[in-house]
């Protein structure tokens, strides 16, 4: 039968491979970040929880203070601070289960410190006496990851693999906002949602990537609904309201782990600091900007929350400093000490078995540091 | 090729069973990449495994070199040992900054806490008449990255053997396969299949005397080829298959060089910046007094891969590398 000869029987229909898909509606995002604190969801809020948030915000902001002050008495080689992100931070870490695993970026060692990491040796990279200073299988954190956005397909591999062998483990993979223009960003949220992976993708959009203002990364309504392109849900949240983000995370790790697939969840915040202290951030925005910020404070907000409320009274705020200040001096003292150093140790663990020619290099730079160590005019 | 024969069996069929024999072993051992499940791989390497092991061991990824190298190390961070195929040496590269920055690095960076046993089998080559993109020789970029193996093999035997050796090791391992090589036939015993290890050892394929023409991976048989012919000539040559660019073997191709005092390096990777200026650099400083002419190198020519009508210029052939056997200065003998 001809075309022509059809005709008169034709019924227009879609492609044949076309099927009607998920219905995007609840995978978009609120209209407005999720919020908590000084709303009506805040007296739904355990105290025990907002309690310790708040405790470890300001051990946060000391932290961060601290290690700022350590690169200019030139103990650390450089610190990109996460001051005003401290909810974000503390959230991310407080919010998994010790067996869960958590992904950071450089900017994310308030997150590692916060899950339990010694404060020496989460700075080890920045300190500069070798690259990853903890093991990650101590505390399930992988390698602070410098290439942006390349710790997110990891996150996702390590779920899937955690799935396979029928483990209950979440992985919480933290980013940037110039961290989702990157290649690896699409990838792992695509591997992700196809897999059905736990994994928890929060990006800390802190308005800026280095100089460049979020306008200049995303034409997107918001980076959240990325999610929905990737047949995941995305959630928006306050990302300097500490309750609102450790809730939106909790749901989010809940979500996973009862088989439910990865969510993205996008939290509003400022980089108060420059992108790090080598960085000059006058060259690209103004001081009003960043006081309006200082204004909507992480510590601040929870602070009048549970001060309204008396669940924190003077003597629990002095505590809290007090144990904050125990930190710092802690963390001062042992960085202020000489990072003792081997350089045998630069061959040692680039394979199993050093090669026969690393064994050469190895030997040779032995040899120059034994002809150093020769008193002048003994040979 | 001195392997107890049984019966003949390709390059392909070593490859594929050296997987299955790893998967059966193993169960950490996962295959991923694409179209490695349901098709078996556009070169049908993984023909089987996922009927055998399951979709959850051989795995169908999205599209997206980076991605499957990237979730590969997620998955070997939580303690499986990921067989990554990428499915032709150009559609590699979106996975380097993976490899590059993590692979590579992440054994040393964690002082060897995380390993990262991770095999990257790689088709490479030229040779069978593809199109752009799909004949280069990328293994310079991959031995100019510490922290990689970087292994190729040339018989049946060695497919099987190295394989096995790379899926066990407990380092990242680049595996490049000959893709003309793929349907190549060599008298091989299944039944007793071995490893090849350590990996990291070259061998001699061919003893002579005359010259030594070092090589590895498609351009073995090549040189075999040429050795035969170069017996007409009057000279006898050796030919020493590398087996692994990384590590390299200094001591089995020394001993060669050292036993004939010539030597050219053959790959059909561009010369410029390519393997065979690593190898010609460590021959001479390692045996110049043994040296009676300088290392030549026959390479492929500098030039983005050709295409395949134009391909048979550009490959080293057998009279390209009689060319340079000619040119290792044998009047100063006589």
Known sequence: ?379 | MTTVAVKPATMAQALTRAMRDAMAADPSVHVMGEDVGTLGGVFRITDGLAKEFGEDRCTDTPLAEAGILGTAVGMAMYGLRPVVEMQFDAFAYPAFEQLLSHVAKTRNRTRGKMPLPITIRVPYGGGIGGVEHHSDSSEAYYMATPGLHVVTPATVADAYGLLRASIASDDPVVFLEPKRLYWSKDAWNPEEPTAVEPIGRAVVRRSGRSATLITYGPSVPVCMEAAEAAQAEGWDLEVVDLRSLVPFDDETVCASVRRTGRAVVVHESGGFGGPGGEIAARVSERCFHHLEAPVLRVAGFDLPYPPPMLERHHLPGVDRILDAVGRLQWEAES
Request: hydrophobic share 40%.
């Open chain 1, 1 to 379: 039968m001809t075309v022509m000869e059809q005709r008169g029987a034709y019924r227009p229909t879609p492609p044949p491979a076309w099927q009607p898909r998920t219905d995007p509606a609840p995978l978009l995002p609120d209209a407005e970040p999720y919020r908590v604190l000084g709303t009506e969801a805040a007296a739904g809020a355990d105290p025990e929880l907002l309690r310790r948030l708040y405790a470890e915000l300001v051990k946060g902001r000391r932290y961060n203070a601290q290690a700022t002050a350590l690169t200019k008495q030139g103990r650390l080689a450089v610190y990109p601070s996460s001051t005003g992100q401290e909810a974000c931070e503390v959230a991310a870490a407080l919010v998994l289960e010790e067996r869960d695993w958590l992904f950071p970026s450089y900017r994310d060692t308030l997150a590692v410190v916060a899950r339990g990491v010694d404060p020496v040796e989460a700075l080890t990279l920045l300190r500069g006496d070798w690259h990853t200073g903890y093991d990650p299988h101590a505390h399930r954190v992988a390698p602070l990851s410098t290439p942006l956005a390349t710790q997110l397909p990891h996150a996702v591999g390590l779920a899937h693999a955690a799935r396979l062998k029928g483990d209950d483990v979440v992985a919480l993979a933290m980013v940037g906002d110039g961290g989702t223009s990157e290649g690896d960003f699409h990838e792992a949220l695509n591997f992700a949602a196809v897999w059905q992976a736990p994994v928890v993708f929060l990006v800390q959009n802190n308005g800026f990537a280095i100089s460049v203002p979020l306008a200049k990364q995303t034409a997107a309504p918001s980076l959240a609904h990325k999610a929905v392109g990737y047949g995941m849900p995305g959630r928006l949240v306050d990302g300097n309201d500490a309750a609102a983000v450790h809730e939106v995370l909790a749901d989010a790790v809940r979500r996973a782990r009862a088989g439910g697939g990865p969510t993205l969840v996008e939290a509003i915040t400022y980089r108060v600091e420059a992108h790090t202290n080598a960085d000059d951030a006058t060259r690209y925005r103004g001081d009003a900007e960043v006081e309006t910020w200082k204004q909507h404070d992480p510590i601040a907000l929870l602070e009048r929350e549970l001060t309204g409320r008396g669940l924190l009274d003077e003597a629990a705020a002095e505590s809290v400093r007090q144990d904050a200040e125990t930190m710092a001096a802690d963390l001062r003292a042992r960085m202020n000490q000489d990072a003792a150093l081997d350089p045998m140790d630069l061959f040692a663990h680039v394979y199993a078995e050093p090669t026969p020619q690393l064994l050469e290099q190895r030997e040779q730079l032995r040899a120059e540091l034994a002809a150093e160590a020769e008193p002048e005019g003994t040979q």
